[in-house]
């Protein structure tokens, strides 16, 4: 069983892996950083406007969704370089090494595919969506660069997964240790 | 029904294979979907799903609590709690066991996640244990149980979670969270204090501290109670929706850990990082469970359980009972927010099909179950062999025996079990300060 959500520590983690991999880490993770922290700002200044000075963040309601919808794609491949999925390892301890490596690769190839199909789909959705020039009801942001980006953020995870199936089968060094 | 059932055993089994749970739930409501109604409908269910739970505003409160209960962590304010609750407690026998507990319900106070709790607390509340000649066993115990507390009393992702799942109040569950949260640490004193009676070598008495003192530690507190009479006061009084009060409460323990000097640039970018990445997580395991409830949905399970039990002939609570013990025995094997995301959509609606008469107030009956599925979860935290608390205190300290862990926790989760019962036929525990609020 692996805890889901890393604990928080004391000492500052520096990211595991390869070049590539901390690179993406920075990239996106900066990226997913900063929109939180503005979410989070946003909602102070929203709060002690509308409470202290009766001036409200116009649309703030929007921005918050785009946000959140925007940062947690943005942190799904990072999510899965770092195999912070939630599985269940009940039974890991009684199969063989060979076996586990065969049954990893197996999966993470199933999940690519399966975010591929996926994306593929949000694509055709975010096509749609800037075909008809949708836009959020207040300040007229229009959705479809923000569904072109979980697209694009579903093809990278499952690029990810499909490097993670590739080690897994072919034996790579790597895919013996838990991290990427 | 029956495609359902076959369904929750092809699921089981991709999970037993190690099949992530978000892909199992998913790819399984994927196909039973597709085989059910057509393939083009089941891949846009699985498009509109994915899309539409990213943009949920009512979620935007998981990470900011996350956010604020990893800021909390940084601040420091857990030393400042233990050190508090032990100025009161640490003299009696098994005292420094009682002021964890105690600790931990503080921490839980401004920490929504239970392993955040139980991570936190391993750092502050063992070395002095350890000093003064706990037995492990009640040590750890005392952590992995005090731990749970965070998902219960307020703020909690988990009943966040739920309250989008049963679309219900998520203000109002968390103030039906805080009496069963006081009366958890109650019981778990309790359960502290049996252990030392029995056992008075397992946890020897600490030095007794001058009122003074004592109050001065009680001092250091005021950031913790500040910070919940904000957040958590904000919402029982109608001036923060729950979205709000989570932006402040981020706010003000970044603001917090800043005055603290606890921050540089660097680690709030790691703050901010490990939040967004637990966000991120928690949020495709609720994509998956959301297509895999739609999936559900179209079998008509939901309904068949109501008929099926409504012929039965068997009173309400019997059923919540039953559906108590299911929870209990899928606890033993499934990670806590899978259980919730799994189940939850089948028994809800089982549960608004019940005729429960003047047992409880039709409106809050959501409310009080929520309570009831929270408090199972927690002790699904500490039920071996998958008790996720105790793999946080084991890789914390990794010198305690697993097996050490689950004893010490034994009879926390024996009181657990008592509070769950009183939970259930005591609906006013939960319900009381809710029916309050208007």
Redesign the interface.
């Known amino acids: 069983m692996s805890p889901g959500p890393s604990s928080p520590t004391e000492e500052i983690k520096s990211p595991p892996g390869g070049r590539l991999s901390k690179a993406l880490y920075w990239l996106l993770g900066g990226f997913a950083a900063l929109l939180l922290f503005a979410m989070m700002a946003l909602t102070f200044v929203d709060v002690v406007g509308r409470y202290f000075f009766n001036a409200p963040v116009p649309g703030a309601f929007e921005i918050t969704e785009l946000m959140l919808a925007t940062l947690i794609f943005a942190a799904l491949p990072l999510v899965t370089i770092y195999g912070e999925q939630i599985t269940v390892d009940l039974f890991d301890t009684f199969i063989p090494n060979t076996v586990r490596h065969l049954r990893d690769g197996v999966i993470s190839a199933l999940s690519a595919a399966a975010l591929f199909v996926l994306s593929v789909s949000m694509w055709g959705k975010a096509a749609e969506s800037s075909g008809y020039g949708d836009t959020t009801a207040m300040l007229n942001i229009p959705i479809a660069p923000m569904i072109y980006f979980m697209s694009v953020m579903l093809a990278l995870t499952g690029v990810v997964l499909a490097v993670m199936a590739w080690w897994s089968l072919s034996g790579h060094e790597q895919a013996h240790s838990d991290k990427y | 029904m029956l495609e359902a059932l076959f369904a929750f055993l092809g699921m089981l089994g991709l ?9 199992a739930m ?2 399984v409501g994927y196909l039973g979907y597709g085989l059910l109604i057509g393939w083009s409908p089941a ?2 269910m ?3 799903v ?2 539409e739970t ?4 009512g ?2 409160v998981v ?2 609590f ?2 604020m ?2 800021f909390v ?2 601040a420091g304010l857990s030393d400042e709690l233990y050190h508090a609750s032990n100025a009161f407690l640490g003299h009696r026998r098994g005292g420094l066991a009682m002021a964890t507990v105690v600790a931990c319900g503080g921490f839980s106070a401004v920490c929504g ?1 239970s ?2 709790t ?3 607390m391993s ?1 502050v509340a063992y070395p002095p244990m350890r000093r003064y000649g706990y037995s492990d066993a009640l040590a750890t115990g005392s952590i992995a149980a005090g731990g749970t507390l965070g998902i219960l009393i307020p703020p909690s992702v988990i009943l966040v979670i739920y309250g989008i799942l049963t679309e219900s109040d998520i203000g109002k569950l968390f103030i039906a969270g805080v009496v069963p949260g006081l009366l958890g640490v109650a019981l778990y004193l309790a359960a502290v204090m049996i252990t030392v009676r029995i056992n008075p070598a397992a946890g020897p008495p600490g030095e007794r501290m001058e009122w003074g003192e004592r109050w001065r530690a009680l001092r250091g507190v005021w950031g913790v109670v500040f910070l919940f009479v904000l957040v958590i006061g904000g919402i029982y009084g109608g ?2 929706t729950p ?2 009060a ?3 409460g ?2 003000g323990s ?1 603001f917090f850990a800043l005055l603290r000097r606890r921050l540089t640039t ?20 609720l994509i998956g469970a959301l297509m895999f409830s739609n999936f559900i949905n179209v079998t008509a399970l939901p309904t068949e359980l109501v008929e099926w039990v409504t012929a039965l002939h068997v009173s309400p609570l019997t059923v919540v009972l039953l559906v108590v013990v299911v929870y209990v025995v899928l606890g033993c ?3 806590s ?2 259980m919730i995301l799994l189940t939850v959509p089948v028994f809800y609606p089982l549960l608004l099909g019940l005729d429960f008469g003047d047992f409880i107030d039709p409106e809050l009956l959501l409310i009080w179950f929520g309570i009831v599925v929270v408090v199972v979860t927690e002790i699904s935290l500490i039920t071996p ?2 008790g ?1 608390n105790v ?2 205190l084991r ?2 300290l990794p010198e305690v025996g697993m097996g050490t862990v689950f004893r010490g926790v034994t009879p926390f989760w024996c009181v657990d079990i008592v509070r769950l019962l009183l939970l259930v036929f005591l609906p006013a525990i939960s319900l009381y300060l809710p029916s309050l609020m208007r």
């Open positions: 999970i037993v294979l190690r099949v992530p749970i978000a892909f998913g790819l891949l846009a699985i498009t509109t994915t899309y990213g943009l949920s505003y979620l935007s990470p900011l996350i956010l209960g990893n962590s940084r996640s392993l955040a139980a991570a936190t750092k001036v923060f979205t709000e989570a932006g402040i981020a706010s970044f660097r680690v709030v970018i790691d703050i901010l990082i490990e939040s967004v990445r637990t966000t991120s997580m928690i949020f495709f395991v094997v499934l990670e927010l899978s062999p998958v996720l793999f946080v890789t914390v």
